[in-house]
């Protein structure tokens, strides 16, 4: 079986799929698709035909000469914990893993889509204020995910195992510092990111490592 996630450095839901791919130990091809040269290389017809949402992430599997797409995130690591139970990122325990899924659609349907690429420009074009817009539903989801996680909370969002909560949790705090939110009120949050980050998997999966990373402006 062979596997290439079709991402972007800086989205956070192909971000999500790196550190599930990573944690899990699995080899994959990585091609990137650019969300803002030539257009948005998302909107072109190649890869409309992997996701007709012309999306990133798209996880490619090639098996017996066979190519089959699959796409966003948490169906992706779903699909992963299926085909490779250990590490797992979701418990086999009903409720845990309930509360687990419950926490990562916090991020994934509560705050993500609210100030993706898409949704800021077309509050750009409004006349609104992007930067702001997207720290206020950044702001408003996490403090909701900040008093849900501290009542599950151990080393990660929920106990002390990694779990897809906290695959989606680290992206989305990346997110809130590009957009100038204050994270001192999150004390939770931030304590589990800074466990995530002494992670080898975590550590390979951020996008300054990527391949197709911007570097910095110089000042």
Not at 23 to 52: C, I, M, S, T
Not at 114 to 143: F, S
Not at 146 to 164: I, P, W
Request: aromatic fraction near 8%; hydrophobic fraction near 45%.
């Amino acid at each position: 079986m062979r596997l290439t996630l079709y991402g972007y450095w800086r989205s956070s839901a192909s971000w999500r799929v790196r550190i599930g791919l990573h944690l899990k130990g699995l080899d994959f091809a990585y091609a990137p698709v650019h969300l803002v040269a030539d257009g948005g290389q998302h909107r072109g017809e190649a890869h409309r035909a992997r996701n007709p949402m012309a999306q990133v992430p798209v996880l490619a599997v090639e098996e017996g000469g066979h190519v089959r797409y699959l796409s966003q995130s948490l169906a992706i690591l779903g699909w992963l914990d299926d085909q490779l139970p250990s590490p797992r990122l979701w418990p086999v325990d009903p409720w845990q893993r309930a509360t687990v899924t419950q926490l990562a659609e916090v991020v994934n349907a509560g705050i993500q889509p609210l100030q993706n690429l898409g949704v800021l420009r077309r509050v750009q074009e409004l006349g609104g204020d992007r930067a702001g817009w997207a720290r206020d539903v950044i702001g408003d989801g996490l403090d909701a995910l900040e008093a849900m996680a501290a009542a599950t909370a151990g080393r990660f969002v929920v106990g002390d195992q990694v779990t897809a909560a906290d695959l989606c949790l680290v992206p989305q705090l990346y997110n809130a510092r590009r957009f100038g939110l204050d994270l001192a009120g999150f004390p939770t949050l931030t304590r589990v990111e800074a466990a995530c980050a002494e992670l080898p998997a975590f550590q390979a999966a951020h996008p300054d490592r990527q391949p197709d990373a911007v570097p910095p402006e110089s000042p």
